[in-house]
């Protein structure tokens, strides 16, 4: 199994201190954020008692994003999600969220695979750079759900060793305008 495919051990020590058990170093709660974000599974584990924190600290997580006025779920979802928990047995809740979730991550393997190469608007000009911005623009709304190891070729390829960054999106979106605006 490689190593990417292993959840990333985070241990918790008595110091409430985190380490990741991969680099050897203490890490954050919006380092552990970005690993998530870059498609990375992880597990947190308290060293002493070896229980999973993991729910815990993702959770913190959120309300850490919450408190910052970075509103990650609306209030009536938050009513939805309280009031679950008042239902014995959790209610229907956790199962209706996760399939929300795999219904949201298949929509966006479909879309991705509508605009391969494939497609008859890959002749058009432009097109690439219109998918690179779709990709982006998919990535931002959904915080990268089900995107790792996407990379607009056939579904299961890989994606190349450190995928594109906001800036060569940026100057991907300026060439796409600038042809459009030379269309008219």
Not at 39 to 53: M, N, W, Y
Not at 129 to 139: D, G, T, V
């Amino acid at each position: 199994m490689a190593e990417q495919d292993k959840p990333l051990l985070i241990k918790r020590y008595a110091s409430r201190r985190l380490y990741n058990t991969e680099t050897s170093d203490y890490v954050t709660l919006e380092d552990i954020a970005g690993f998530i974000r870059e498609g990375r599974e992880v597990q947190i584990v308290d060293l002493k008692t070896g229980d999973d924190l993991t729910r815990q600290y993702l959770l913190q997580i959120i309300a850490e994003h919450e408190s910052r006025g970075e509103n990650v779920l609306p209030v009536n979802v938050l009513n939805d999600l309280v009031r679950s928990y008042m239902v014995p047995g959790g209610g229907v809740m956790p199962q209706f969220l996760q399939s929300s979730f795999d219904m949201l991550r298949e929509s966006q393997s479909k879309m991705m695979e509508n605009m391969s190469a494939m497609n008859p608007m890959a002749k058009m000009p432009g097109f690439e750079a219109m998918k690179a911005q779709q990709e982006a623009f998919l990535k931002a709304m959904t915080g990268g759900l089900g995107t790792a190891g996407w990379t607009g070729g056939a579904p299961g390829e890989e994606k190349s060793e450190g995928g594109e960054d906001l800036d060569d999106i940026k100057k991907q979106l300026a060439a796409l305008q600038e042809k459009l605006s030379k269309m008219k």
